[in-house]
């Protein structure tokens, strides 16, 4: 079992920057990928960012490349999501989360967090 609990969201303005946080906690947490989908008003659960415990190699989604940078800590068992260059379409509920495979597939998520907002003015 893992549980994920999200930090960080809030309002922001287009332009700016904002730090997600996930705290992790559990069993074999070196055996997941750990990750960020998001879900904006009315549009599906969509990846973000991954990455693995083990090896620390990334995965971005072509639509924040360049804007976001996924890292974690072994030592706090965390992962963070850095996103810069705000703008209102990444308004969303951002969701850490677990998977047993290398995926970008919500279906193939194990753990999900509660969630935290992230609102774009412009």
């Known amino acids: 079992q893992v549980q994920l609990v999200e930090s960080g969201g809030g309002l922001v303005q287009a332009g700016g920057s904002l730090r997600l946080s996930c705290a992790a906690s559990?069993?074999?947490?070196?055996?997941?990928?750990m990750g960020w989908f998001r879900q904006g008003p009315g549009k599906e659960r969509e990846f973000v960012a991954g990455i693995r415990w083990s090896s620390s190699t990334t995965y971005y989604a072509d639509s924040v490349k360049g804007r976001v940078t996924i890292a974690r800590d072994n030592a706090e068992n965390t992962v963070t999501l850095q996103i810069d260059s705000l703008i209102p379409e990444d308004t969303a509920v951002y969701y850490c989360?677990?998977?047993?495979?290398?995926?970008?597939?919500?279906?193939?998520?194990?753990?999900w967090g509660q969630g935290t907002q992230v609102t774009v003015s412009s």
């Open positions: 989360a677990a998977s047993g495979l290398t995926t970008t597939r919500r279906f193939d998520v194990d753990y």
């Open positions: 559990g069993r074999y947490l070196g055996r997941y990928m």
